[in-house]
Each structure stands twice: as structure tokens, then as C-alpha cells.
């Protein structure tokens, strides 16, 4: 095995824009289950709308990047309100299989070829990164150094990604230190009791689920640009369940949880897979194909989060006393 | 003291010199069952008004009917005058109508300072594009933090004041949710079973709270059990059996009425059943 390379690509997730995205998408769900105990199940689904809006208004609807990007934002807001008028006056586990079915609905939608011309069915979009490559300012050539050796275009993802992670955090901790934020934290705890204390309930669960929401559909974006399509089953229930664990690991109450734990999940995820790969290679695990390299991985993973949500229920960076599992 | 509370004689359903709370017709059926059924009730303004009753009379069910946490079949009530049926409960209590619950509900992974800032309306720092700005709501956190450490410490919660409110014993997390109620300055606090496994030693202190609101000029209306506290400290007396209000009055009229007698101790308190049923069995044979 060759540990230099398996190290530099382990290191090299760390910044990836990948571990980015997820970064977004766990924030999101960090407002939905941490802050405000919203059992949201379908996170995938925000992401996917906010990527297809975005596909769909550049290449149907001819709009700029940027208002393509505000019409992925504005998909995003009416799918959150779509899910919430209904459901958020339910108890928390009605809203956790709602928004489970809508992800599932949303992504059999885009697959069907009655509206492929606009949604390109199971194949999914492409060719709509034209602006985004334009708009690189880094002129040709590698930047950086060891395992964060980058092309121009890959460089311009990550400073992209992980720009929006910054604000996205900045943005979240201004709201979670105010009164709005305690108010949050009070709904988790019991609505009825801050119901009785003259808070609208029913609108501050609504803006949580938006604002959670929007943060997944700007991953979902930057999970496009990345890869320059848009498929649908990028957004299977895996992709939720694998946010779920980036929160649970992180910390689902905190803002540096989620873009820690993203970092670790990744890299983790990448160490096993290198490791595991060589030793089959090399005949250590005889009982084990290469192709069956990439699962056990996932079957490790699920391993990994029982163990935390037995023993760890408050994630890494958590308050223990904070953050008890109430879901 | 009735003719000081109530218009004419104490009687089911009277007027009241002064109400706060008028409710007319309140009804609220659980299939079969009618759990609440109300004609008329008043509610006297600046009193303390127990609510009593035996398990099952109703009592909680009208509070979560008056305070919008359940929806009547029938029936309206105003408040100050102003109609309430209908109007969601969060409104109930921008009105000036905070209530507190029978199994109490602290926010147990807050801080006991945070959920007494919660209890204070009006901060504008609750609106989301105003949280934003710290500026703009930290003068008025800082008002109200003043006044939740004043409530604090009258309640003698001032040192649990960093601890999490899952932290505090049964009775003090009482006091916390009552002590929270009163962060919005309300015009009537309805307390449902305060002492409610609140232990002797805290009793008195919690009684002389709910006289202090008096004295301050708010209304209480309250659940209990315990006719120790019924008489030490209420003003006027409501009670429910079934549903219905059976009999209202001064605490010391009230606790002799026959109905009263009736709904606690059951129609037959001074009947020997043994001797109904020998009498009985010799008729029948």
C-alpha cells in the first residue's frame, strides 16, 4: 500500500467540495432537528430543488447565473412552504415521514420521461456550467501544494463551497445567539410552553424548515457546479441519511458540528476505502472483492453512528447537558 | 365578602362586581363524554378564584378551552371585554392571559435565565431579520434580564440562575414556570395545580407569591386540590363536578355547601351503604 498517497487523498476531502456541500446541508438540518427539533427526513429533497431550480431557470428558463441561483432559492422557499403549512401544525414525527415521502416523490418526478425536456428524466441536466466556469477569476494553471494541489476550475469550486460555508456559519450564529435563536430552542424543548408564553409557534417552525431548507438547496447548488450535472439519484434517501450522520457526529446543536464532522465523515471515508482497497489488493481480506470495497465502507459507517448515538448522543462538539436525544 | 365580589347573592354562575373573564355557554364533548359544560362564569377582577373540583370535573379542560390550547363545540368568552373564543393561544397570551400547566413544562435544555427571557414579550429581537443585528435588541435583553433576576430572586431561584432548567427539583421547576409566566407582566395568571408536588416546605412560599401578585394588582385564577391552600388563600371559590359549575362563593360558605359536600364525598357521604343494602334486600325478598 502506498500510505503518501492514501494520506494526501484522505487530506485532500478536507476541503473538497463535496465535504462543502454536506456542510451546507448538515447546517440546514442542524436549524431543523438541533435548534429547533424539527425531525426533517427528506433534507435531500431541499438540495435537489434547489440544484434542479437552478438547472432548470439556466437552461429552460434562459436566466443569468445569478438569477438562476435566486430562482433555486425561491424553489426551495416554496417547496419548505408546501411541506410546512400542513404538516408543522402536526406533531414532529408526521413531519419527519412527510418530508421522507416528498424527498422520495420529488426525485421519482424528476426521473419520469413525461417532463424530460425540461427536467432531462433519469439522464438529469447538464451544460449549464458555462457562466460559473466564466465567472473564475484564477487565470490557468496549479495552485497550492501537496494534497491541496488544484486546477484553476477546481480551485474556483472549493473557494466558492466553502465561502458559502463561511457565511452560512456567520449567518447561523448571529441568528442562534439572538432571542429569535431562543425562541427556537424553547420549541424544541416544548411548544406548549412557549405557545402559552405568546410566541407564534407555527411561524417560527416555518422559518426554521425555510432557512434549514434554503441552506440544502445552496449545497445542492454547489454539488452541481462541482460536477457539472444534476441527477436524480444523487438524491436518494443515502444522500439525507448520510447528512444525518455528519450532524449526529458533529453535533447536532452547534455550528462548528456540522462543518467539523463533514470533514471527519469524509475523510474517514476515504481512509477506509484506500485502506480496505490495498488489503484486499494485496490478499489480506480474501473473502472480499473490490467492488465490495465501496459497501463495506457504508456498513462501517452505520456502525459508526449507532455507536455515537449510543454513546455520543451530543456529537463531538456538543454541550452533553444541551443536547440529550428528545427527538 | 360576597357582596364585595359578586352582584346579589353567591350562586352557580353569578355576576360579578368586576369580571375579567366571562364565558357564556363553554361546551366541549369528548365523544359521549361532556367534559366541560359552563353556562355562565365570571371571573372577578384583581381576586384570587380557586378552581375546585373532583378528578375529572372539567377544571383542566376549561382552562385549555378559555386559554386556546383546545377548541369548545359551543360557547364564547371575552376577556377585558374583548372577544377571545377562537383566537389561538399564543394571542391568548399577548392579551395579558398567561397560564401555566399541570404537568409543568420548564424548558429543560435552557438555562433557568434563558427561559425567563423567554417569558418577556415584546423583544424585538424575536423578529428574524432583527435578531440579526445585535444593536437592536440588546438594550431591551438587558431590561429584561434585570427583571427576571429581580423575579429570580423572589422566587429564590437566583442561584440555580446558570443551571439548566432539567436540573431544578419538581417544586422549584414550578416556581421557574411560574416565575416565567409573570415576565409578561400579565393581567390574569391561571395556575394549573401549583402545588402539585411542590413539598411543605416550599408551600409557603409559593402562597405568599400568589398573594404578592394580588397585592400587585394581577388576577390569579387557579387549579387545586389542596383545600388547606383553597382556604388560606383564595378570595372566591368555583366549583365544578361533572362539567358544570355546581357552586361558587367565599371560600368559608363554599366549603359547607351541600353540593360541594356532594361532588367530593359523593351524594351518599352520610348514608351507612351496608345498611341500605339490608333495607333493601328486605323489601326486595
Redesign the interface.
Known sequence: MDWLSIINLALGELISPLTAVYVLAALGLAVHFGFTGLLNFGQAAFAAVGAYGMAIAILTLKLPLFGAVAFGIAAVVVFALILGIPTLRLRADYLAIVTIAASEIFRYFMTTIGFSDVTGGSSGLSAFNKEFESLNPFPDGVYGFGPFTFREEQLWIRVVGWSLVAVAAV?LW??M???????L??I???E??????????FAYKL?ALVIGGVLAGIGGMVFSFSLANVQPQSWGTTFTFMIWTVLLLGGAATIMGPIIGSMIFFVLLMLTQSIIGGLVEIGWLPFLTPPQVGQIRFLLIGLVLMLLVIFRPQGIFGNK????F?G | MANEIAVGAAAPGCKKVDPILVADNVTRQFGGLTAVNVEHLEIPRGQITALIGPNGAGKTTLFNLL?G?DKPNTGTWTFEGKNLAGI????V??RGM????QLT??????TVI?NM???A?D?P????WR??I?PL?SGY?AKITEKADELLKRFKLDAKRED?A?ALSGGQRKLL?MA??L??DPKLVMLDEPMAGVNPALTQSLLEHIKGLKANGTTVLFVEHDMHMVRHISDWVIVMAEGKVVAEGPPAQVMKDQAVIDAYLGAHADTDLGLVEIKSLKAGN
Open positions: 449567518f448571529l441568528l445567539r439572538s432571542p429569535w435563536g431562543r425562541v430552542r424553547g424544541r424543548e416544548d406548549d410552553a412557549v405557545r402559552s408564553l405568546g410566541k407564534n409557534v422559518q447537558k444541551e443536547l440529550q428528545n | 386559554t390550547f389561538s393561544s399564543y394571542k397570551a399577548r398567561v397560564r401555566t400547566f413544562k420548564a424548558l429543560s435544555l435552557l434563558e427571557r423567554l417569558g414579550k423583544q429581537g424575536e423578529s428574524f435578531s440579526l445585535k435588541w435583553e439548566y432539567a414556570e416565567r409566566a415576565m409578561s
